[in-house]
């Protein structure tokens, strides 16, 4: 069965500071990776999503890469702003079903 | 621009009780989806469905139900609500044509069992 695994659960870091987040997941059948921003008390954001045969997608500062061999996914936010603090979830697309299977995310904050 | 609506934001409601989640979409997608989302353990799906009038099991249907009898409106029922329901209930829609199978959510419902 497909467990999707977000670590650090939490990350505080300065402004300005270049950061990855990290999504790994155990089954690699997977037909993409989505990243997702949520806000406190708010619904979800999509921000990348990346095909199974994609290895990065760039949007603005944010940069989402795929590795399905190691079954890991990263998500590198450059130069952070505070307005970047918030909680990033990674879901995985199963090749199967076309279900998401989600990360417990991380939540970020960014310090000014 | 997808839109996706949740008939509440925020709702409080008593144990034992009826409780009634609509989420309609406007971009006429084929397929509805509802989670909820707790501390710690990420997105969960209740219950989906691809058609109208057709659902599918989640991994956490037991104690929901749910109805669509509109394409754009799919509704979550709780028949008798517990505190352990307590959660953030997300709805989301996608369509088939959308190669990514790219999910659109709506804002949430936070609801809280007392």
């Known amino acids: 069965k497909q467990e999707v695994t977000q670590i650090p659960a939490a990350l505080s870091v300065p402004e300005g500071e270049n950061l990855v987040l990290n999504c790994s997941f155990t089954?690699?059948?997977?037909?993409?990776l989505q990243w997702f921003r949520q806000d406190p008390g708010k619904g979800l954001t999509s921000l990348l999503l990346?095909?199974?045969s994609q290895r990065e997608q760039t949007s603005g500062r944010l940069n989402a890469s795929l590795d399905k061999s190691s079954g890991r996914s990263t998500l590198y936010i450059a130069a952070s702003q505070p307005g970047d603090s918030a909680t990033y979830l990674c879901?995985?697309?199963?090749?199967?079903?076309?279900?998401?299977?989600w990360g417990a995310g991380t939540k970020l904050i960014i310090k000014p | 621009d997808v839109k996706v609506t949740q008939s509440s934001r925020y709702l409080v409601k008593r144990t034992g009780e009826k409780v009634f989640l609509e989420c309609v979409q406007d971009?006429?997608?084929?397929?509805m989806f509802w989670y909820r989302q707790d501390p710690g353990l990420g997105l969960r799906l209740i219950y989906f469905?691809?058609?109208?009038?057709?659902?599918e099991k989640g991994d956490i249907p037991e104690g929901y139900s749910v109805s669509r009898e509109k394409k754009e409106r799919f509704s979550l029922i709780l028949e008798s609500a517990s505190t352990n329901q307590t959660s953030m209930y997300l709805c989301?829609?996608?369509?088939?044509?959308?190669?990514?199978?790219?999910?659109?959510f709506g804002p949430g419902t936070r609801l809280t069992v007392t």
């Open positions: 879901a995985a697309l199963m090749d199967s079903n076309y279900q998401l299977i």
């Open positions: 990346i095909q199974s």
């Open positions: 469905s691809y058609d109208v009038k057709m659902k």
């Open positions: 089954d690699s059948a997977i037909y993409n």
């Open positions: 989301a829609s996608s369509f088939w044509g959308n190669s990514a199978y790219e999910q659109y």
């Open positions: 971009m006429d997608h084929e397929n």
